[in-house]
């Protein structure tokens, strides 16, 4: 790929040690040294019969038959070569994330196999769990419905346990009930973790798992009494259209009372619910984990088009051509970078909030082993706004890259509008981001409520502690270069998170307390939470009890919740969330400066990354800095200039920088963002490939066109 | 239809009379009532061989090839019911825009016929439009190249005249020169405009239009010299993928000399390059048309977006359930009211500052007959800022809706996806966004450089007249419901956009003057003109010509073009361009409603969505008036909570608000805006239709699926 190197000359100009930034980026050496072999495994697969399995430069132009069948070709493939290799799991899951395709194999290893360890007593672990790691089964998690998202309390599919047969009969009352969405359930998965009410002599116990074998094993004819089908395409071409999200109805559909996942609630042979006494929190654990991995999952995504969006910028060429010389790079016009470079600031910040929320967990399932709960409703907040925050500017960030490629962007071949409609669920499934952001809201509002009660604010919310400093600062910078001390940044973004929580607070203590306010509180409690994949954790409770839960873990301020001002408000605290949150990412960015990172010139690139991070923030967000009185305008008006600066610094390293992220170009699929810059020969061949060109006329031609071309319309013009 | 009506207690709560609505939004009871009856024929057109060629709803799961098909066989439709029932232009056209799936037919009409009739001499013009009139030959537009998009001095393509046969040459003497992109050219046009650098004995003249034969015209084979295909697959399904956009080379391709479109200049026998003396201001005309176009094109397309999300957010029920009781509909909730409303009350502003500029349009024709040019450098800027903050407002909006309709909104069956993906482009066409915002922003800067110098500014930017004024008064509100008072909210918008005009002339005159500020302007003033339409009215002249007519017409201010600070600071002078482009739209929207507008209640309703968009639009761009001292941050607050009580008047007129766009549901083309609500019955129908569900094991099962159950991972995890 080196012998021909268009971005030769831009990769020259790269002032640090591209090499080390790699390994910064990974997290660690070893950490890089798997994920660039398998990368390489799997952008270099052995061609079987000619044909490279794992490519996808093809995938757009699929019918949806023709890709689901790639789908599972490629997972079969996938399974074939991690066992020929006997990878690791880490490795074999890697393998699965380079192949780049959505799948119902997601569903096994991400749902339904937590879901049994979570839920299941010794006994169903031991008899479900082999049988599903050696994929023996196919599992899903089906809990949404065609009616009911986020709100769990809503579910109606019932579970009725029928004591003459010790049985429990799983149906589907109403269409609104029928499971729709969950992924793999469509057209493959032999069984599914099913959520539904359980209901014993007439009683509602609430939302349970159940274990329920949805096709036969031979032939995958769904079992008698189950409707089972996919619910169509989805958002784009290739995309998620590789996953068979389903539809489900179950008609009076009957299982062993053992098929009850009972690791912490059992229903006896008399059909009494018996709650054991695992402590609740332990769902914390994987929430953690499920946030960090999508926050990590945010800046891989990111990256990706910054990449594409980076090297493209460098060998596309417009205006500016002096005595016929070339024209400019579009990567030098400074409208171009202040659109680009934020961007590429923000992918690294996602990298290292995301690497910190790792080490968060491994810190939270320490605490929780001691029965240290103190720490979580601050865990539970920082990681559902990080989640929010993350996403939503990803999402944004590239279908920005992809504008900023002109229209060529608009190719599939460019890779980014296929990268933007896979993403883009991730703004709304594990929670979405806006409740995600109330949630956050509420946990601020809660903290102001406490301020001067003794109780120190710990964790990312520590700041707090400083409020009264924080609402009477002022901001010392003087000349634009002030701007480049972290200290001088991080009381800004502190003063604004404080200056605008207290001020909802405020807000909302001026509305009457009423009734619907608690409602409302509880309601978004369970709208966030718990979320699809924490739920598995959560069954074996009422509601109730789950409202109640939560509600205790994430520290409802009751007189908030009381007043109709946090409904009323609520579109202002998801402002004051994002402050909130926005200042996390900042601060962890600046954590990660103070650490010793070797290389030539790596922690100064970062050091310019982090600055144009939160300066283009900033200038993004000028109105909360300078209405909240953090900063003057004249201040504002000295971020922007050292931005200006700031941009022309990153320049020459830009490529280096995207070079960094280690993208094969198998894994960016795209012609734009070719590592070798060799973009429009590329782009050129790549056209002849598409189905309408097999034939020079195309179909239709004798039956549609032709009598056009002989009618004489009568109108004069139309 | 209205049999079945789940929305009929939200009709029964509107407060206006939407009849009347429905007028006011079509701009006159004659433009209702023909857009009325055409899109009704198109929804319901009688079944041939028992399928509506119509339909659209299997769109997105038809193949490349079936899509393209699809797409000859509803256009060759269209003109035969257009033939049957002798429609009028307005009509047929309306009929082609209700047909709703980009085709080659648009270019005939759209780029082929104007090209011919703007620059074609008299001869020429009576013997090619005839036959495009009749539809005896298809015709493209052949202009953008692979390495060359908006800056029309770099193409490469050449025409050189020889004299021995009094021919022109056509030629593609690289691979960046080779067509790319025109629509209709890929599989279809049998003639096309090529746009060209002439060559006469050895000289380039610059950019010129040629009428050139691609197909042969009884089996649309290529002629000789010729390649041609389509460019493959675009962003999402369906969308522009019905559309074959070209990719062309010229093999020294002979025409005959009379095939140079020599309306504005002429090659004569000898090869001489005569050029007349038609105005070039005459380009004007068609560029402001073709914009207004575009800005009414927006609000059509954010409307339909618009119309979903609403309709969606009054059946969605989450959260809210009192004791047993429904749930919460969606639309109550404020975070989604304050998402929701400001695009409904967009989409109205769009419209009618599209409505303003069809009489603006009509104006500057007026005026170019009697050679008053004095308007055009202030028309030029405020089309083209217009339909940048437009088009980039509304493609933001349809991704907004999208999400505001939850995990349902990301199915095809939505419509919202393929809306997104077909609109777009539209961001980039015509002059990509960011670079109309550059011309507006020269023209602010001309304006302020003239300021005191007695002439006054006209239209538009009138304001700037009383820029001692504004840069100096103070916002007199008190009281939230003094941000209902159109002349606070207009002085409020004009003093933000003159002191930040104002505050970037200042900057930029601190920077040196230097030569390359003014490569740099002249590659602007190319940049953003001539538009691809426009450009077919500005050949017959050499660019530098061109150029310095542009120049000419956009009054550039040489001083500023001199300085390196246009280009340094191009990020800031898009923000203030957008400042005085939503004034426009705002004080556009306030004109409107000076009129005297019948129908119960209709006035009353646009009241609060002109307050809603103004405010919702001072909220985001809060940063601007604070910091320019426009208003103080506490009016700021009070704006918003002027804004807040604004949504709850909005929420019982929502649905009537969107039913008043006047959509048919087949025009619609979304289960979740369905006009009788009936969605989820419909969503659940929707999916069986796709082929993943023709057969119950999905293919591949034999040699993917039972393998992988059959086999034993070795990993005893993975």
Redesign the interface.
């Known amino acids: 790929m080196e012998a021909l190197d268009y971005h030769a000359k831009e990769r020259r100009k790269a002032e640090f040690d591209v090499q080390e930034m790699k390994i910064v980026w990974a997290g660690s050496r070893q950490a890089y040294e798997i994920s660039d072999r398998v990368a390489r495994l799997v952008a270099s697969d052995p061609v079987s019969d000619f044909v490279k399995v794992f490519r996808k430069d093809n995938r757009?132009?699929l019918?949806?038959?023709e890709l689901?069948?790639d789908t599972?070709?490629k997972?079969?493939h996938a399974?074939k070569r991690?066992?020929e290799l006997?990878?690791?799991?880490e490795e074999?899951?890697k393998l699965m994330d380079f192949m780049d395709q959505p799948s119902f194999a997601d569903l096994q290893?991400g749902m339904f196999i937590p879901a049994i360890k979570g839920n299941g007593t010794e006994e169903q672990k031991a008899k479900w769990l082999p049988m599903a790691?050696?994929?023996?089964?196919?599992g899903c998690y089906a809990q949404?419905e065609?009616?009911h998202?986020?709100?769990v309390?809503?579910l109606e599919t019932t579970a009725t346990f029928d004591p003459q047969t010790d049985e429990f009969v799983l149906h589907s009352p109403t269409?609104?009930s029928?499971k729709w969405?969950p992924g793999g359930m469509?057209?493959?998965s032999?069984h599914a973790v099913v959520y539904a009410r359980l209901i014993t002599d007439g009683q509602d116990h609430g939302v349970h798992g159940f274990i329920v074998q949805l096709r036969s094993?031979d032939?995958?004819?769904?079992l008698p009494g189950i409707t089972v089908?996919?619910?169509?395409?989805?958002?784009?071409?290739g995309a998620?259209?590789s996953m068979?999200n389903g539809?489900m109805r179950f008609d009076h559909v009957r299982i062993p009372r053992d098929q009850m996942l009972m690791g912490i609630s059992q229903v006896t042979r008399e059909g009494k619910d018996v709650q054991s006494d695992v402590p609740r929190q332990l769902i914390y654990g994987p929430m953690v984990f499920v946030r960090q991995k999508i926050v990590a999952d945010a800046s891989t995504a990111l990256s990706r088009a910054v990449c594409i969006a980076t090297r493209y910028s460098a060998v596309r060429?417009?205006?500016?051509?002096?005595n016929g010389g070339p024209?400019?790079q579009v990567i030098d016009?400074?409208?171009q970078q202040?659109?680009l470079f934020p961007l590429l600031a923000s992918a690294y910040a996602f990298r290292f909030v995301g690497q910190w929320l790792m080490w968060l967990y491994r810190d939270v399932i320490q605490r929780l082993q001691t029965n240290d709960f103190s720490t979580l409703p601050e865990v539970h907040a920082c990681t559902a706004g990080l989640k929010s925050i993350t996403t939503s500017a990803t999402a944004d960030g590239i279908?920005e890259c992809r504008?900023l490629c002109?229209?060529h962007g608009?190719?599939?071949?460019s890779g980014l509008?296929e990268l933007f409609?896979v993403y883009?669920?991730a703004?709304?499934?594990e929670g979405?981001n806006?409740v995600m952001l109330?949630q956050v809201g509420r946990f601020l509002m809660k903290t102001v409520s406490q301020l001067g009660s003794g109780k120190m604010p710990v964790g990312t919310i520590a700041y707090m502690g400083r409020a009264e400093h924080l609402l009477q600062c002022r901001c010392e910078v003087e000349r634009a270069e002030d701007w480049l001390k972290p200290h001088v940044i991080l009381e800004a973004f502190e003063a604004r998170a404080a200056r605008m929580a207290v001020a909802c607070a405020k807000n909302i203590n001026k509305f009457p307390k009423q009734e619907d306010g608690m409602?409302?509180s509880l309601?978004?409690l369970?709208?966030h939470g718990p979320s699809r994949k924490t739920l598995s954790m959560l069954q074996g409770k009422d509601c109730a009890a789950a409202a109640s839960l939560l509600k205790l873990l994430t520290s409802v301020c009751v007189s908030l919740c009381l007043s109709s001002g946090f409904?009323?408000?609520?579109?202002?605290l998801?402002e004051a969330a994002v402050a909130h949150c926005q200042l996390i990412a900042v601060s962890k960015f600046i954590e990660k400066l103070q650490q010793d990172i070797p290389g030539k010139g790596v922690k100064r690139q970062l050091e310019i990354l982090c600055n144009v991070y939160a300066l283009s923030l900033m200038h993004k967000?000028?109105?909360?800095?300078?209405?909240?009185?953090c900063i003057s305008?004249e201040q504002?008006a000295l971020a922007?200039e050292q931005l200006?600066l700031l941009y022309s610094q990153v320049r020459p390293n830009a490529i280096a920088l995207v070079d960094a992220f280690n993208h094969t170009d198998h894994y960016l699929g795209s012609i734009l963002g070719r590592y070798d810059g060799n973009v429009?020969?590329k782009?050129?061949e790549?056209?002849?490939?598409?189905?309408?060109?097999?034939t020079?006329?195309?179909?239709?031609?004798h039956?549609?066109?032709q009598?056009?071309?002989k009618?004489?319309?009568?109108?004069?013009?139309?």
């Open positions: 757009t132009m019918s949806r038959k689901f069948t599972l070709k997972v079969a399974w991690i066992n006997r990878l690791s799991e074999g899951t290893w790691y050696k994929v023996q089964i196919l949404t065609l009616g998202g986020s709100n309390r809503g269409l609104t029928s969405w469509g057209k493959v032999t094993l032939d995958l004819s769904p089908g996919d619910i169509g395409m989805k958002f784009g071409s998620y259209n068979d539809v060429r417009q205006f500016g051509s002096q024209e400019t016009y400074k409208t202040s659109r279908e504008k002109g229209g608009y190719l599939s071949s509008p409609a883009v669920p703004c709304t499934y979405d806006v109330l409602h409302f309601d978004i369970l709208l409904a009323e408000l609520s579109a202002d998801t967000h000028i109105g909360d800095f300078v209405a909240t009185g305008p504002g922007n200006r429009y020969p782009l050129y790549e056209a002849w490939k598409d189905p309408l060109n097999e020079v006329a195309p179909d239709g031609l039956e549609y066109i009598p056009i071309l009618q004489h319309i009568r109108l004069a013009r139309l």
